[in-house]
């Protein structure tokens, strides 16, 4: 239109950044996560779902220089413009969002430092099942078998990105793979 040619607006993030995004919501929106893992269909497990995966990539760029850090915190505002625009759509107006984003924020670097807790107490997973039923599933009752899916399941995504070459994932290239099975079905 004419406006787009009188007025260039500049687009707000990286393509790498928006493929990356487009990669976790993808992975966090696999059925089996919630039809057999017992992850609460709701905009709030969802939410959950995206916050486990972006956590496995911001855990890994945390360490790795400056371009890697710019690289996250954009990731993290897509998040959050993400979650912003899903929050209108369903009807939430400005003073609900006002009181909504921070508390989805607070959620966020809580949830963070839970699982990082959890992946860094070496037990049988225990501590990470724990943060795993207070976050992930805390309007659900999770049986033990999706607990420990999912614990495993955040261990080895973690690992798996861990592995990965930088340049690769800054390029916003990822595969996650396959949800897990509950343990009486297969594993991952």
């Not at 614990?151 to 290239?173: E, F, H, I, P, S």
Request: aromatic share 10%.
């Amino acid at each position: 239109m004419i406006f787009s040619k009188l007025f260039k607006t500049r687009q707000m993030f990286d393509d790498n950044v928006q493929a990356l995004y487009i990669e976790t919501v993808k992975q966090s929106r696999h059925t089996r996560f919630y039809l057999d893992l017992e992850v609460a269909d709701t905009v709030e497990g969802r939410f959950d779902m995206i916050i486990l995966h972006i956590f496995t990539i911001m855990r890994r760029l945390k360490s790795e220089g400056e371009n890697a850090e710019t690289f996250s915190q954009a990731l993290f505002d897509l998040l959050f413009m993400d979650m912003d625009q899903n929050l209108r759509e369903l009807g939430v107006g400005d003073m609900g969002l006002a009181r909504r984003v921070p508390k989805m924020a607070e959620a966020f670097y809580g949830r963070i430092k839970a699982y990082e807790e959890g992946l860094s107490t070496p037990d049988d997973d225990t501590v990470l099942k724990a943060a795993l039923d207070r976050n992930l599933y805390r309007n659900t009752e999770a049986s033990n078998e999706s607990l420990q899916a999912m614990a495993t399941y955040l261990r080895n995504k973690c690992n798996q990105v861990d592995k990965m070459d930088l340049d690769t994932l800054l390029k916003g290239q990822i595969k996650f793979g396959e949800p897990p099975l509950k343990t009486s079905q297969g594993s991952d």
